[in-house]
């Protein structure tokens, strides 16, 4: 028996997979949260095999609550459910430690097949989003930072606001901005979040 928490913030989701879940004679759907921080709590009471995870939500988003899950309790498997695939969320979601990428209009039989194959140790993904992270792979490497570019962004990831930052180099704000811009423009991203989680990622950090 396969122990399923459930993680989304829309009630009537929730109560939807529950349906779909508990018709399955393999699963049990051993409980429910509405937000990242509470999936944390819960997952941590009840000790569920998979957990199937939202990305959005108000409370902590599904990707912090990915890392924190599995720091405690790395036996889980997490598969990622959500309407959203852009390349920035698979990346991170998979980064994070998810074991798993579907779709919300997944149907139930692929679905069910997902929680069992995570169970099992596989890695679980929407066709569409197996297709973006082979694109991924094969492109070509994203252009390097430059030496002032990775100073900047080692003391971003430090926790330095802008202006420390400048201070911290002899140079103005101003220009940290333009640094922090074309990094953005690089890692293909857009906020310094984002920066440091990809650039420590692809090993630039």
């Known amino acids: 028996m396969i122990r399923v928490l459930i993680v989304d913030d829309h009630p009537v989701v929730r109560e939807g997979l529950r349906g779909m879940l508990d018709a399955d004679p393999g699963i049990s759907v051993a409980g429910e949260a509405g937000s990242g921080d509470e999936a944390?709590?819960?997952?941590?009471e009840l000790g569920p095999d998979v957990i199937l995870m939202d990305l959005r939500m108000p409370g902590g988003d599904g990707v912090?609550?990915?890392?924190?899950?599995?720091?405690?309790?790395?036996?889980?498997?997490?598969?990622?459910?959500t309407t959203y695939e852009t390349d920035q969320d698979i990346v991170r979601a998979v980064e994070a430690g998810a074991a798993g990428y579907l779709m919300k209009d997944t149907s139930r039989a692929d679905l069910i097949a997902a929680i069992f194959g995570a169970a099992r140790g596989e890695t679980v993904l929407s066709p569409s989003v197996a297709t973006k992270l082979v694109t991924?792979?094969?492109?070509?490497?994203?252009?390097?930072?430059?030496?002032r570019e990775t100073e900047v962004l080692a003391l971003v990831a430090r926790g330095l606001t802008n202006a420390e930052v400048g201070k911290e180099l002899f140079i103005s704000e101003t220009t940290v901005k333009t640094h922090?811009?074309?990094?953005?423009?690089?890692?293909g991203?857009?906020?310094?979040?984002?920066?440091?989680?990809?650039?420590?990622?692809?090993?630039l950090l």
């Open 40 to 44: 944390v709590v819960r997952a941590r």
């Open 64 to 81: 912090g609550a990915i890392a924190r899950i599995l720091a405690g309790r790395p036996e889980s498997r997490v598969i990622v459910l």
């Open 136 to 147: 991924r792979m094969r492109a070509p490497a994203a252009e390097s930072l430059s030496k």
């Open 180 to 187: 922090l811009l074309r990094i953005f423009g690089k890692l």
């Open 189 to 203: 991203v857009s906020d310094r979040t984002a920066a440091v989680t990809t650039a420590l990622g692809r090993g």
